[in-house]
């Protein structure tokens, strides 16, 4: 199916006057111009939800385009349409789609990379980002998902920082039972104190991360323990508390 999305994508910029080369992308306007991934989706992504299609089928062209540019802006794309003035997008399309391309056995930054800064951070749409893509099913992924299913899992809860703690603490909990999750949990309570817009509530954090099983020299281990101990949740709420935990843990 998502190589039938590509093809797609493929044919619908070949459309626009644009086809791929050896090393990047040129356009019928400008052949001798030779263009990146980056600068393809942003002179062209915008127009598939121009096209005088349905509005599954424009999501589903631009999912199409996101696999064969892999690049972020792409995103950027779908998420100013399901804001905009003919938005929402079908939702369990949207968030299919992005199930789909976070469990995939390939680098996906584009993908993470959108749902931490502009889904996560957004508080508007935080809550309900983090359910679809990992916290109504995380039950299922714990007890007997499929190692595409922990792919996604980790990749959500790595980048769950700005997600606030009351939506996250519970998926939290429960990914805890299954210790293939724990490296990617921690680096979500890092991230919840590190990230601009982390949260975390210090003293659960704090005996939540001492139940992880997790190598005893694992990096920044120490001074994540003593931040939460002190009680500061963020470290831009208390910019010299990593530090002082520097020092003290050295």
Not at 94 to 117: F, I, K
Not at 178 to 189: Q, R
Request: charged share 25%.
């Amino acid at each position: 199916m998502e190589m039938q999305a590509v093809e797609a994508a493929r044919r619908w910029l070949a459309d626009q006057g644009v086809s791929q080369v050896r090393d990047g992308w040129v356009s019928d306007e400008e052949p001798d111009v030779l263009l990146t991934a980056d600068q393809v989706a942003h002179s062209w992504a915008g127009d598939v939800f121009a096209e005088d299609l349905d509005a599954e089928d424009q999501l589903r062209l631009a999912f199409g385009l996101l696999d064969l540019l892999d690049d972020y802006w792409v995103t950027c794309e779908i998420r100013f349409a399901n804001q905009g003035t003919k938005g929402p997008l079908p939702a369990d399309m949207l968030w299919d789609g992005y199930r789909q391309r976070l469990e995939a056995d390939r680098d996906v930054e584009a993908v993470t990379y959108s749902l931490w800064v502009d889904w996560f951070e957004d508080q508007s749409t935080s809550a309900t980002a983090f359910a679809e893509v990992l916290g109504e099913d995380i039950d299922q992924v714990v007890a007997s998902g499929s190692a595409a299913q922990l792919r996604r899992a980790r990749r959500v809860l790595e980048g769950s920082g700005p997600v606030r703690w009351p939506v996250k603490e519970p998926t939290y909990r429960t990914a805890m039972r299954l210790p293939a999750l724990h490296a990617a949990l921690f680096k979500g309570f890092l991230a919840s104190f590190h990230d601009f817009y982390g949260d975390l509530e210090p003293a659960v954090a704090l005996t939540l991360l001492d139940r992880l099983e997790l190598p005893r020299n694992t990096q920044h281990l120490a001074e994540l323990r003593h931040v939460l101990a002190v009680g500061h949740r963020n470290h831009y709420r208390s910019p010299g508390a990593w530090d002082d935990a520097v020092r003290s843990c050295s």
